[in-house]
């Protein structure tokens, strides 16, 4: 302890730290963890989509529409009112030949929380403009989705796939 206390003194810094090392160890600096707890599992999806057709670009802006659409809160009564409904949820399953993947694991009940879309490539580009006045299609679009489960994962839903 007066090792420590002269080390405060300007000059004398580390003189605990040389006592050790003469007698060859030093203290480890342990560092104890508590666990407390883990968080929500997230996930995330990229989808690069390239429209061959109008009807494939008017598809890809109503799929946008649909997450951005289901991902927000709506106000509850009118929208001056301070209740706000919660956004919807969403179920999703990997599936092979319409059946469940069962070597991929089973993602529970979640909530969008974040999306983000990326129009005409990496340098923007667009088709011509259609004659519906909706504007020009872009060449491609990347959709980014970032979900986050609603329930924290157990050992006991990990045996149930999860």
Same mark, same amino acid.
Request: glycine letters at 8%.
């Given at each position: 302890?007066?090792?420590?206390?002269?080390?405060?003194?300007? %000059?004398?810094?580390?003189?605990?730290?040389?006592?050790?090392?003469?007698?060859?160890?030093?203290?480890?600096?342990?560092?104890?963890?508590?666990?407390?707890?883990?968080?929500?599992?997230?996930?995330?999806?990229?989808?690069?989509?390239?429209?061959?057709?109008?009807?494939?670009?008017?598809?890809?802006k109503k799929?946008?529409?649909?997450?951005?659409?289901?991902?927000?809160?709506?106000?509850?009564?009118?929208?001056?009112?301070?209740?706000?409904?919660?956004?919807?949820?969403?179920?999703?399953?990997?599936?092979?030949?319409?059946?469940?993947?069962?070597?991929?694991?089973?993602?529970?009940?979640?909530f969008l929380? %974040?999306?983000?879309?990326?129009?005409? %490539?990496?340098?923007?580009?667009?088709?011509?403009?259609?004659?519906?006045?909706?504007?020009?299609?872009?060449?491609?679009?990347?959709?980014?989705?970032?979900?986050?489960?609603?329930?924290?994962?157990?050992?006991?839903?990990?045996?149930?796939?999860?």
């Amino acid at each position: 302890m007066a090792l420590k206390s002269i080390g405060v003194v300007p %000059g004398l810094q580390g003189a605990d730290v040389v006592r050790d090392l003469r007698r060859g160890f030093i203290k480890a600096p342990r560092m104890e963890l508590a666990f407390k707890g883990i968080g929500k599992r997230n996930f995330s999806y990229e989808f690069k989509m390239m429209p061959r057709s109008q009807a494939e670009a008017d598809e890809i802006k109503k799929i946008i529409y649909a997450f951005k659409f289901n991902m927000m809160p709506e106000y509850e009564g009118d929208t001056k009112g301070r209740k706000l409904r919660v956004p919807n949820t969403f179920d999703i399953q990997y599936m092979y030949q319409n059946a469940e993947n069962s070597y991929l694991n089973k993602v529970s009940t979640c909530f969008l929380e %974040g999306m983000d879309v990326t129009y005409g %490539g990496s340098r923007f580009k667009t088709f011509d403009a259609s004659s519906t006045d909706a504007g020009a299609p872009p060449v491609e679009t990347t959709l980014t989705l970032n979900f986050q489960e609603m329930e924290i994962i157990t050992r006991e839903r990990v045996r149930e796939g999860f």
